[in-house]
């Protein structure tokens, strides 16, 4: 490998932890907000947060390296050779989803930052929470965010258990497979706080089916609610 791919392929492995992995993990902690038993409100106040220079600090932190991860990750799409098919194992499984969900991911991310984020400064209008609850009143996107979701959470997950190795932090095979659990589990939790974000505001005006209802009941009454 030639000393500048080498470099690349660190770099791409680096902004995929740092900064891009940090920001999920704020923003879904700072969309868990609606979940809350004053989820309106809390949500609302989290969005509405000024910091100085977000713009700047959202293209530099954000956006940036969100473009060399995505166009680094083509490149890599594009060079490697998955044996899947011959041989089927596990890692080999892991390899073709994380190229397979990093494609849908930069779908999804790009169409939600263009109907969010985007949105959002060409109108003047602040994110909140009836905002997102207009977002999903239509069912093909509801689908289209739990696909999306989904596919960002693995790919995280997922490529973290490959930084700790890329980076010579997992060596031996019993810390790699300590790593992979712990990893799986961090996609699991993800994934079904997603799950439960998407669901909150999709339904918060339709019906709610029973068996999320009873779900997002004790999270909101228990998990959310006060100490």
């Known amino acids: 490998m030639l000393p500048g791919h080498f470099v690349a392929r660190r770099l791409h492995s680096l902004l995929g932890i740092v900064p891009i992995g940090a920001f999920l993990l704020l923003h879904t902690y700072t969309n868990s907000k ?12 989290a969005i509405r947060s000024e910091i100085p ?10 956006y940036l390296p969100l473009i060399f991860h995505a166009g680094y990750g083509l490149i890599i799409l594009y060079q490697g050779k998955s044996n899947v098919a011959r ?3 596990g890692a080999n499984i892991r390899y073709t989803l994380q190229r397979i969900t990093g494609m849908i991911a930069l779908v999804f991310v790009g169409y939600h930052v263009y109907t969010t ?3 959002s400064y060409l109108t003047g209008q602040p994110m909140e929470y009836l905002w997102m609850v207009r977002l999903f009143e239509e069912p093909w996107r509801v689908w289209f965010y739990l696909v999306g979701t989904l596919a960002v ?15 010579g932090i ?29 669901a909150n ?10 068996w999320i209802a009873v779900i997002l009941g004790f999270v909101k009454g228990y998990l959310f609610g006060p100490i």
């Open 87 to 89: 041989y089927g194992y």
């Open 117 to 119: 984020r985007l949105a």
């Open 153 to 167: 959470c693995f790919h995280f997950a997922n490529g973290i258990w490959t930084f700790l190795i890329v980076w």
């Open 170 to 198: 997992t060596v031996s095979k019993y810390s790699q497979r300590l790593a992979l659990t712990a990893c799986m589990a961090l996609f699991g939790f993800l994934s079904f706080v997603n799950f439960l974000m998407i």
């Open 53 to 62: 220079f977000l713009i700047v600090a959202e293209i530099v932190f954000i």
């Open 34 to 45: 609606s979940l809350g038993p004053d989820g309106v409100a809390l949500y609302n106040t």
């Open 201 to 210: 505001f999709a339904y918060h005006h339709a019906p709610t089916p029973l």
